[in-house]
């Protein structure tokens, strides 16, 4: 768990900034976190100002609580244990607060706590939730975050003394992915259990992350009551047209129009606030202008209103101040237990018969069906309602995000995962807020459902300052683009893609291999779709003998019978529906696409009612997609037959493209998961040793040491050639300790790339030639404009296979792994694959398979192979590195020898470069 800022559009960098600075003092600690119920809370440190509301929390506490937290009797908390409590010194003594703000007073609803134990690196802990808050998840959410500081602060394991008829605090324990230890003395259980972050400490926060975000959407798409604030009787305004799409779609709950002006709109009595009205609101939907926005919220706070909807713009999207009253309205919501959608959005919207909730200002109705879609564009989502619509696809809910205030795509993507009227996830994304959190969330979902996206700002990214061979090879779409390939999510180029993929993925099912059989009615079409077919990695195989028989007896002559089969323009809706049986039931056909031009000889809706019979009789297993050349659309009776809806195009290349985006998609489905690293304590603890000390009192970013970089690499098991770094007067001696032959290399400011200015001597083979080339690189650093400040003595490794792994630190993604071609033309082939942490072993072992060089590690004519699951190991450790050293932003490891295969991988040449996590990111 991380603690999170309330908006995901937060800079990352100041993210991170943020979680150190908290974590190195957490009397600064501060997370709104969603419970499993859908609800969230703030968790804070305790403040020596909090006495009273602690005190109002224990007289909160039932007596059987006050029994089972304090093993005995306890009738209140003297001034004594106030004090003790709330002034403490967060190294010993650490205390967490779970709030909630209650008609805008905060109240203490969860209390836990540490005390370490004298002179040991373990801390009792201990907690405390207000009865009928009990069940939610309170004790498990503050056990991770005190979890986190106690890590921080060198605390190595928990315990704690257990009534045994304490069960509730006894599961917090069981479940939290800890090693738990018990035992049992005389109605007590003793607890412990060490707090290293393992895979299944990940897998319980992630999937309690998970269910928390999903229960929340599942909340704000289905209320029972809407309040709409902003409502006018003039449906061209957006409290007006919003207020008339949920009485016109049939909202099954009750509707409550808000207009201080106003005593009824559309036959609905209309209230001058929210806290007007005698009952529970469960979604607010404010349609203000921005500047009204903040007296909205507080006034639905006060009500105590399930969720809100923000649509008003001028908020972090035009201005600094906007920025800020947009943190404030999202910090007052998430205080309250609710969620925001927005601001500057166009609605939410669940087709769902005992929902029918359309509170969006679309003036498209909905049509009901099993497509989820997320917009951060209001306009955009307008056009996708519209879009899915003529194409017939249903949709199961919208949400259209805005800013990301608050609600995310990642919180809908573990709603629409467990969601069974959801069968596709649709996302049209403008930029990410947490691309580490969607790289956690979205592989799990598009192994149960498909995710296709549309990612816009492809092209504006631009290359930044090239001060490593990893910078230079990298830009945003990269990053984008990896992101997506590990996580499974179908990227499209267009929203006419995107919806061609999701036509298909709607309607039918994956194809279970790559080989498609092609009907038609003329031959050009059927190249055209032949060569489509082939360009994204599609087959079209001969068919059976058998088949071909069958076909030679039932079409003419004059037909053409290798895949593709061309019926000939006279094709009859018999011979088609025929054609399509044959082909379709053929042994060597995974999928198959039937392409119709209508010529004058067929009427197109004899020919839709044939391909609907012949499609009924494929395998069910098998997709079929249509093709129907013309400017008319495909009738609708195509979709009437035994199979439902045949995904139907307007040209050849687009049924290719949504095939083989199903294609990919099924093998993702089928890959193993693979497994990522995860570093010791000894190893994160000598890291951070590393880093912190090398960025204390740093206002600017700066390149390590060799020998800094070398005990990085040796904490996560690298090995790295045998190297000094010395001045010029111990060059003599340094080398012949390292072992000749030596390569000698200047380390000088203000030089990316050595070998442009000769920074870089080989085969030296005695001390007096180790000599001579110091001097030499003293003097060829004076001729490019700088100085010589050390020589680096590195053993010389002639043999291996030259490759590249590195990181480059994005602003947004956070850490970028790069593996390549390696040597000095590392940029000029730009052979290079990426992926964000963690990369597991299967993710780099597909990082390998996409370079062109590949062939090389299996030994390309005749040349010596390489040792490939080394360069695996090396690229897995190094993702570990930078998840535990986010002030890591430029690695290159460059060259890298690829030895024999069981002999390893040796790193020649490293570099590597860290700033404060406060500083501004680079580029």
């Known amino acids: 768990m991380t603690p999170n800022p309330s908006s995901e559009s937060v800079p990352r960098d100041e993210a991170e900034a943020r979680e150190r600075a908290m974590l190195a003092d957490p009397s600064l600690y501060r997370s709104e ?54 002034e403490v010194d967060f190294h010993d003594h650490v205390g967490l607060v779970a709030t909630l703000s209650d008609g805008g007073r905060e109240r203490f609803i969860g209390v836990g706590r540490y005390v370490r134990k004298p002179g040991t690196k373990r801390a009792e802990v201990a907690f405390a939730v207000l009865d009928e808050h009990q069940g939610r998840g309170i004790g498990s959410v503050l056990l991770e975050h005190l979890r986190r500081i106690a890590r921080a602060g060198q605390i190595e394991g928990f315990e704690a003394e ?12 069981a479940q939290s992915g800890f090693k738990v230890a018990r035992a049992f003395d005389s109605g007590t259980v003793h607890v412990h259990f060490p707090i290293d972050e393992t895979p299944e400490f990940r897998a319980v926060s992630l999937v309690r992350e998970r269910v928390a975000a999903a229960r929340s959407i599942a909340r704000l798409l289905s209320p029972r009551s809407v309040a709409v604030i902003g409502a006018s009787r003039a449906d061209d ?14 909202f099954t709950g009750a509707i409550f129009p808000i207009n201080p002006s106003a005593t009824e709109i559309h036959r609905l009595r209309a209230y001058p606030t929210v806290s007007a009205i005698d009952q529970k609101i469960d979604l ?41 009253l947009e943190r404030r309205v999202c910090s007052a919501v998430r205080a309250a237990g609710m969620r925001l959608v927005g601001p500057n959005c166009m609605g939410i919207m669940n087709t769902a018969p005992p929902v ?78 947490n691309p580490m959190k969607f790289a956690r969330i979205a592989p799990a979902v598009a192994r149960l459902k498909p995710i296709v996206a549309v990612k816009a700002g492809r092209t504006t990214a631009g290359k930044r300052a090239a001060s490593s061979h990893s910078a230079a090879l990298a830009n945003l779409d990269v990053a984008v683009e990896a992101l997506f390939e590990q996580a499974g999510v179908i990227r499209t180029n267009t929203l006419q893609e995107l919806f061609d993929v999701v036509a298909m ?85 995974d999928s198959l696409v039937v392409v119709y031009i209508p010529p004058m000889l067929t009427r197109p809706e004899e020919i839709a009612d044939a391909i609907a019979r012949g499609a009924a009789t494929v395998p069910a297993a098998k997709p079929v997609l249509s093709v129907f050349l013309s400017s008319e659309k495909a009738p609708a009776r195509i979709h009437r037959g035994a199979r439902g809806t045949i995904p139907t195009y307007e040209f050849p290349e687009n049924a290719a493209l949504a095939l083989a985006a199903a294609w990919r998609y099924a093998r993702f489905k089928d890959r193993p998961q693979g497994t990522a690293l995860t570093l010791g304590a000894s190893s994160v603890a000598s890291i951070r040793e590393v880093i912190d000390r090398a960025i204390e009192g740093a206002t600017s970013p700066r390149w390590l040491s060799h020998d ?37 290399k200047a380390i000088a400011p203000g030089i990316v790339h050595m070998t442009e200015v000769g920074g870089v001597i080989m085969n030296i083979n005695s001390a007096v030639e180790a000599e001579h080339a110091a001097r030499m690189l003293q003097e060829r650093m004076s001729a490019a404009g700088t100085r010589l400040e050390r020589v680096l003595l590195q053993r010389q490794i002639d043999a291996g296979i030259e490759m590249l792994v590195g990181m480059t630190g994005d602003p947004t993604f956070g850490p970028l792994l790069v593996c390549g071609m390696g040597g000095v033309n590392a940029e000029l082939q730009q052979d290079v694959a990426f992926r964000l ?41 190094i993702s570990a590195l930078a998840e535990s050293a986010p002030e890591l932003t430029e690695l290159d490891l460059n060259p890298i020898k690829l030895l024999a295969p069981g002999k390893g991988a040796i790193v020649i040449g490293a570099r590597m470069r860290v700033r404060p996590l406060a500083l501004p990111p680079l580029g």
């Open 33 to 86: 976190e969603i419970l499993r119920d859908g609800r969230s809370i703030l968790v804070r440190a305790i403040h020596p100002d909090d006495k009273e509301r602690l005190r109002e929390h224990f007289q909160g506490l039932s007596t059987e609580s006050v029994y089972l937290r304090f093993m005995g009797m306890k009738r209140e908390l003297n001034d004594a244990d106030l004090k003790r409590l709330t």
């Open 162 to 173: 257990v009534l045994s008829n304490n069960q509730r605090m006894l599961e917090v324990f």
């Open 237 to 250: 305004k957006i409290g007006g047209a919003i207020l008339a799409n949920l009485v016109r779609d049939g």
């Open 284 to 324: 607010a939907v404010i349609c203000v202008a921005a500047a009204a926005v903040e007296a909205a919220v507080e006034d639905c706070i006060h009500a105590q209103v399930g969720n809100l909807v923000v649509v008003a713009s001028g908020f972090a999207e035009v201005s600094e101040d906007g920025l800020q």
């Open 356 to 433: 029918s909730l359309n509170a969006t200002f679309a003036s498209v109705p909905p049509v009901q069906g099993n497509v989820a879609m997320f917009s951060q564009s209001g306009a955009l989502g307008i056009s996708m309602l519209d879009h899915a619509r003529a194409r017939n696809l249903g949709v199961s809910s919208f949400i259209s995000a805005g800013n990301r205030a608050d609600v995310s795509s990642n919180d809908c993507l573990a709603y629409w995962a467990q969601d069974p009227a959801t069968a596709v996830i649709v996302l049209y994304l403008e930029s990410f807020g």
């Open 505 to 589: 993925l709607a309607s039918s099912p994956l194809p279970p291999g790559p080989r498609v059989g092609v009907i038609t009615n003329a031959g050009g079409p059927g190249i055209l779709l032949a060569d489509a077919c082939e360009a994204h990695g599609l087959a079209l195989p001969k068919l059976a003998d058998v088949t071909l028989a069958a076909l030679q007896a039932c079409l003419p002559a004059s037909s053409g019978f290798t895949n593709p089969i061309d019926m000939t323009a006279g094709a009859l809706p018999a011979e088609y529906a025929r054609t399509i049986e044959l082909v379709g039931t053929d042994p060597n056909i």
């Open 708 to 744: 800094e970089i070398m005990t990085l690499l040796t904490a996560v098991g690298v090995q790295a050639a045998v190297a000094e770094e010395v001045v010029l007067s111990e060059v003599s001696m340094a080398s012949a300790r390292v072992g000749f032959p030596v390569v000698a």
């Open 837 to 877: 942490p963690p990369v597991t072993d299967y993710d780099a072992a597909q990082m390998l398979t996409e370079l062109r060089i590949s062939r090389l590690f299996d030994g390309y004519r005749g040349a010596p192979p390489g040792d490939r699951n080394a360069l695996i190991e090396i690229i897995v450790r």
